[in-house]
């Protein structure tokens, strides 16, 4: 029996179980992988003690979350500061459900599914421009207006090379898209790739774009005042944003669950998880490899490299279609 086959409610409930255990689960495996991949890079074992090899070392993490106090700022806006860990976590469970894994697995197929993807990760820093201005405190509210900075500077070059790839496929459906690639559009989309790919690193505030939570000169950012599991919640929100970013590029560059036998569901998702880890692997050697770039390098790369390269690739990609149409 089809899981359409089933009754409705039946249907979305099971699909919400899935989506929920995925969201959970993925951005654990992505932080362990961080752990080890860090360390071997850095020629260190990484965490060690918890399970076999470590794996259990996030686990651990979270179990120390729950037990530490959750402390509320006397100078904070407290219904802003307590909401603003689930503005910045939530919206990335949204996007995961309406990102297909296989041509049969997706958790909402909705119409023009790459905006509403687009738009849903966008609604995250907004919890952390909350968490900066409703912290009381000064350094929180420096990282929250870099944060939305960074996102006003990198939102652009990020959707014009998300606009390149639906020119191609001549559709705004994430599983379109798909259906449409072939493997030539890794050399026609390639400057795309490049300009979604560091722009995703920038909205997510990962090294080396990660001025809004530098330690070093503004304590921890908007992050500052959370304790517990509000700032777990951060953290959370963080690897959630990185698988999301790392699943939506290999639909929009690589294919998604296009290879061997990948039109069997089981099979499709699981290429598209292996090349969504090669991404998320990349994302992590960018925080090894790089230094913290300063704030005035940080907006001219934005505006003075990716957006040029962005327009341009938009440009050859409406050429491309006129010509092969």
């Known amino acids: 029996m089809m899981l359409t086959d089933l009754p409705l409610l039946v249907e979305v409930a099971l699909k919400a179980v899935v989506v929920l255990a995925a969201f959970l689960t993925l951005p654990l495996a992505l932080g362990q992988l961080e752990h080890k991949l860090m360390g071997h890079m850095q020629g260190r074992l990484g965490p060690m003690e918890a399970g076999p090899h470590g794996i259990l070392q996030l686990v651990a993490d979270g179990i120390k ?19 603003a860990p689930a503005v910045a976590l939530i919206p990335y469970l949204v ?11 997706v958790a909402a197929e909705v119409p023009a599914s790459l905006l509403f993807v687009l ?33 006003v500077s990198y939102e652009l070059p990020l959707v014009l090379s998300a606009a390149s790839v639906a020119l191609a496929a001549g559709t705004l459906s994430l599983t379109g898209i798909v259906e449409a690639w072939s493997w030539w559009w890794l050399l026609w989309q390639a ?12 909205e997510l505030q990962r090294t080396p774009f990660d001025a809004p939570i ?6 921890f950012g908007a992050f500052t005042e959370y304790t517990g599991l509000r700032f777990a919640f951060f953290l ?30 089981a099979v499709g998702a699981m290429w598209t998880l292996v090349k969504a880890t090669a991404v998320g692997a990349l994302f992590l050697w960018m925080r090894v490899a790089w230094p913290r770039v300063r704030e005035d390098q940080l907006q001219r790369l934005a505006w003075l490299v ?15 279609v006129v010509v092969l149409s």
Do not use: C
Request: hydrophobic share 60%; no cysteine; glycine share 12%.
């Open 95 to 105: 996007a995961l459900a309406a990102i297909p894994f296989s041509a049969a697995w």
């Open 191 to 202: 400057p795309a790739a490049f300009v979604f790919l560091v722009a995703s690193v920038a």
């Open 65 to 83: 979350f729950v037990q530490k106090e959750d402390v509320t700022p006397a100078a904070a806006d407290r219904h802003v500061f307590r909401l």
């Open 306 to 320: 990716l957006l040029p390269i962005g327009l341009l690739q938009l440009a050859i990609t409406a050429a491309g």
């Open 214 to 219: 530098a330690d070093a000169e503004i304590v």
């Open 119 to 151: 738009a849903a990760t966008s609604v995250g820093v907004i919890g952390t421009l909350m968490a900066g201005w409703g912290s009381g405190n000064k350094y929180s509210l420096l990282g929250g207006m870099r944060a939305g900075a960074q996102l």
């Open 236 to 265: 959370l929100a963080e690897y959630a944003g990185m698988v999301v970013m790392a699943v939506l590029f290999t639909v929009l560059f690589l294919g998604g669950w296009r290879g061997p036998w990948g039109d069997v569901a």
